[in-house]
Structure formats: structure tokens, C-alpha cells
Nanobody
Framework: QVGLVESGGDLVQAGGSLRLSCAAS????????MAWHRQAPGKQRELAAAITSDGRTNYADSVKGRFTIASDNANNTAYLQMNSLNPEDTAVYSC??????????????WGQGTQVTVSS
């Protein structure tokens, strides 16, 4: 079982920055990837950014050039640096960790989510 602890969500003014953290702990073989998804009120959840264990990244077009995802593999932690925030970035941000629970079984684990609110 994998537990995820997310932090960093807050209220910030437009143009500001926030840094989200997601720390994975528990019993697992290895982590395959970590990602941040977000869901705004009345909208579907969408991928914001993802990073694989070997450092490959993927970003939603709406956050490219403003958000940066990074990972600390030694500590099983992913970070999302968010700059130039605008009100459209307001959402609950949730961490998704894809981990090998055993050598043969890969599972997805979701965090509880952290609220990011950007005021205009």
C-alpha cells in the first residue's frame, strides 16, 4: 500500500507562484511515474504535468512554460512549481503515483488533493 502526502496549496494572487509537493511512502517495489492532475469546479479532471522515474516530463498545453515538475527519486517525492498563475489555474490538484506494488503488479494511487485558488 502507498500513502501520498500532498502540500503547498494556497490562495494566491494572479501572477504569483506556488510549489506543490507530493511525498509517497509505504510498501512498494518502485515508482514508475508521478503526476499532478487538477479539477476545476464544474470541469473534468485533467492532467497538468507528469514525470517518469527516468525524468521524462509531460505538460498540458495550458501550463507549458509556467509549470515545472520535478522529482526526488531518493525520497519518492514530486514537486510542481507553478509560476505566473492565473484564475484559470484554480482547482483541486491531486497527485497520482503509479507504482509497482510487486514485481508484477503496477497500481495507481491518488492523493487527497490540495486546493489552489488564484484571485484576480
Amino acid at each position: 500500500q502507498v500513502g501520498l502526502v500532498e502540500s503547498g496549496g494556497d490562495l494566491v494572487q494572479a501572477g504569483g507562484s506556488l510549489r506543490l509537493s507530493c511525498a509517497a511512502s509505504g510498501s512498494f517495489f518502485s515508482i514508475d511515474s508521478m503526476a499532478w492532475h487538477r479539477q476545476a469546479p464544474g470541469k473534468q479532471r485533467e492532467l497538468a504535468a507528469a514525470i517518469t522515474s527516468d525524468g521524462r516530463t509531460n505538460y498540458a498545453d495550458s501550463v507549458k512554460g509556467r509549470f515545472t515538475i520535478a522529482s526526488d527519486n531518493a525520497n519518492n517525492t514530486a514537486y510542481l512549481q507553478m509560476n505566473s498563475l492565473n484564475p484559470e489555474d484554480t482547482a483541486v490538484y491531486s497527485c497520482l503515483t503509479r507504482a509497482w506494488a510487486t514485481r508484477w503488479e503496477r497500481r495507481d494511487y491518488w492523493g487527497q488533493g490540495t486546493q489552489v485558488t488564484v484571485s484576480s
